[in-house]
């Protein structure tokens, strides 16, 4: 199994910026891809960016150019650094890696302020 701790979200003007941590332990060698999906209110989740264990990114249109995912293999962690941020990027973000089976985070919630 695999166990996610997000963290870094917060309450961040238009324009600004934060990045966003995903801890894991437990089966790490087992992981085959890393992302992030975003839960914005009252919408459906969707997903953002994803990270492969060869390092090969993918991002949502909605991101390109101002989202950047990455990992740290010594500390067993995915960030999403989050930039020009806008009122509709609120939403509760989620991390999410795909093992023998999905294993989600609790969500970390980032608010836009226009």
């Known amino acids: 199994q695999v166990q996610l701790v997000e963290s870094g979200g917060g309450l961040v003007q238009a324009g600004g910026s934060l990045r966003l941590s995903c801890a894991a332990s437990?089966?790490?060698?087992?992981?085959?891809?890393w992302g992030w999906y975003r839960q914005p209110p009252g919408k459906q989740r969707e997903w953002v960016a994803f990270?492969?264990?060869?390092?090969?990114?993918t991002y949502t249109d909605y991101v390109k150019g101002r989202f950047t995912i990455s990992r740290d293999n010594a500390k067993n962690t995915v960030y999403l650094h989050m930039h020009s941020l806008k009122p509709e990027d609120t939403a509760v973000y989620y991390c999410?890696?795909?093992?023998?089976?999905?294993?989600w985070g609790q969500g970390t919630q980032v608010t836009v302020s226009s």
């Open positions: 999410v890696v795909q093992a023998e089976t999905g294993y």
């Open positions: 437990g089966s790490i060698a087992s992981i085959l891809t």
């Open positions: 990270i492969t264990s060869g390092g090969n990114t």
